[in-house]
């Protein structure tokens, strides 16, 4: 729902073109829920209600797939493309989101299950949350001025 009313807003707020991702922190504002969204929440709910670390992983795989599916399939039906400066192309806001929180969740579900004995439970979702926060602050704003 966060990364839908990101999206949603970023339609709505800009004019008719809307092609380019502003540079800097405003650009890493309307990245931020998307990838908090995908790269921690996705991450931290599951391994925080699992019942065991295989349950957790998976929960993990399932509920970013689920998410970043959704979030695409909204960006492609509000065609709504940002300019991608690096590559050159124009890509719909939900895959860029996407490509951004895949480090994150990556980096939250390893912090998640190796810096804790069982790797699920509420001290590693708590661990996941708090890696994958760290990580995806310094994401957003790199991605921000890079793009």
């Given at each position: 729902?966060?990364?839908?009313?990101?999206?949603?807003?970023?339609?709505?707020?800009?004019?008719?073109?809307?092609?380019?991702?502003?540079?800097?922190?405003?650009?890493?504002?309307?990245?931020?829920?998307?990838?908090?969204?995908?790269?921690?929440?996705?991450?931290?709910?599951?391994?925080?209600?699992?019942?065991?670390?295989?349950?957790?992983?998976?929960?993990?795989?399932?509920?970013?797939?689920?998410?970043?599916?959704?979030?695409?399939?909204?960006?492609?039906?509000?065609?709504?493309?940002?300019?991608?400066?690096?590559?050159?192309?124009?890509?719909?806001?939900g895959?860029v989101?996407?490509?951004?929180?895949?480090?994150?969740?990556?980096?939250?579900?390893?912090?998640?299950?190796?810096s804790?004995?069982?790797?699920?439970?509420?001290?590693?979702?708590?661990?996941?949350?708090?890696?994958?926060?760290?990580?995806?602050?310094?994401?957003?704003?790199?991605?921000?001025?890079?793009?």
């Amino acid at each position: 729902m966060l990364s839908v009313g990101t999206l949603v807003a970023f339609q709505l707020s800009r004019p008719a073109p809307r092609l380019t991702l502003p540079n800097g922190l405003d650009g890493s504002l309307i990245l931020a829920p998307a990838v908090v969204a995908l790269g921690i929440f996705a991450v931290s709910y599951p391994t925080f209600l699992a019942a065991t670390r295989e349950d957790a992983v998976l929960g993990v795989l399932a509920a970013f797939l689920v998410a970043a599916d959704a979030f695409m399939l909204v960006s492609f039906v509000a065609r709504d493309a940002v300019l991608i400066h690096p590559l050159g192309r124009s890509l719909p806001l939900g895959v860029v989101a996407a490509a951004l929180a895949v480090p994150v969740a990556v980096v939250g579900l390893a912090i998640g299950q190796l810096s804790t004995p069982v790797g699920f439970g509420r001290s590693a979702g708590l661990r996941s949350a708090l890696g994958g926060a760290a990580l995806g602050l310094v994401v957003v704003v790199v991605a921000a001025y890079c793009v």
